[in-house]
């Protein structure tokens, strides 16, 4: 209320109710946050990585949801990736020119970047209905698996829609999954983040899940 006695409704339009989602954060595990913190407000003030710093959270944040159809998410997913590729492989790196950058496949992007973050580029051992479903096309990267899955789902001709057909929904969910690991984990290496995260859709003992992440292996 105001001095006139005026009911203002005050809100913001570019938020939405909380939404349930996964997380990298160690609940069950502490955290030096003011490490964490430092680094996010390191790339926050750097006039390279500030916008796109946003853009990418607010895809994550989008694409993390458990409202959303796992091929939505997964879709989603794929904008903060992509976003990642260029600032860190063109910008940050100066890796490429823009016309070799331009002539990369997806998949060798997304490689690319998960090397250079020392990410490893292999579908986790845990992630077994994944792993299983995609096992007649041999001993396949990460990479390669989830830019596949994402444009079977994009460009849905019909060898397309019978690949996803030989999906189950939890390697459906699985891929999703991995998709926003990789998002978080770049993250994370960017912000020279050394603590401990947690692994999307363990199904292993509680508490495995947690683990170093892989740039201090």
């Known amino acids: 209320m105001n001095k006139s006695d005026k009911l203002e409704i005050y809100g913001s339009y570019l938020l939405t109710p909380t939404l349930n989602g996964d997380s990298w954060f160690p609940m069950d595990h502490s955290l030096d946050i003011i490490d964490l913190l430092s680094g ?20 994550l944040v989008a694409a993390n949801t458990n409202q959303n159809a ?5 879709v989603a ?6 976003m990642l590729c260029w600032l860190i492989l063109m910008e940050s790196e ?15 992007k997304l490689s690319e970047l998960l090397r250079v973050c020392n990410i490893p580029n292999s579908l986790p ?9 995609l096992s007649e096309q ?10 596949g899955i994402r444009n079977a789902i994009t460009h849905p001709r019909k060898t397309k829609r019978d690949f996803l057909k ?9 891929a999703k999954e991995l998709c926003l690991e990789f998002v978080e984990l770049v993250l994370l290496k ?28």
């Open 190 to 217: 960017s912000m020279a983040y050394i603590g401990r995260y947690r692994r999307r859709a363990y199904g292993g003992w509680s508490g495995e899940e947690y683990t170093r992440v892989p740039w201090l292996n």
């Open 70 to 74: 796992v091929e939505t998410s997964m």
């Open 125 to 133: 051992g845990h992630l077994t209905s994944l792993r299983n479903d």
């Open 94 to 108: 100066a890796q490429y020119s823009v016309k070799q950058f331009k002539q990369m496949q997806a998949d060798a």
């Open 77 to 82: 997913a794929f904008v903060p990736i992509e």
């Open 40 to 59: 996010f407000l390191t790339l926050w003030d750097s006039n390279a990585w500030a916008d796109p710093l946003k853009q990418a959270i607010h895809w």
């Open 166 to 174: 030989k999906l189950s929904g939890i390697a459906r969910c699985q």
């Open 138 to 147: 041999g001993n396949l990267a990460a990479s390669t698996a989830l830019v």
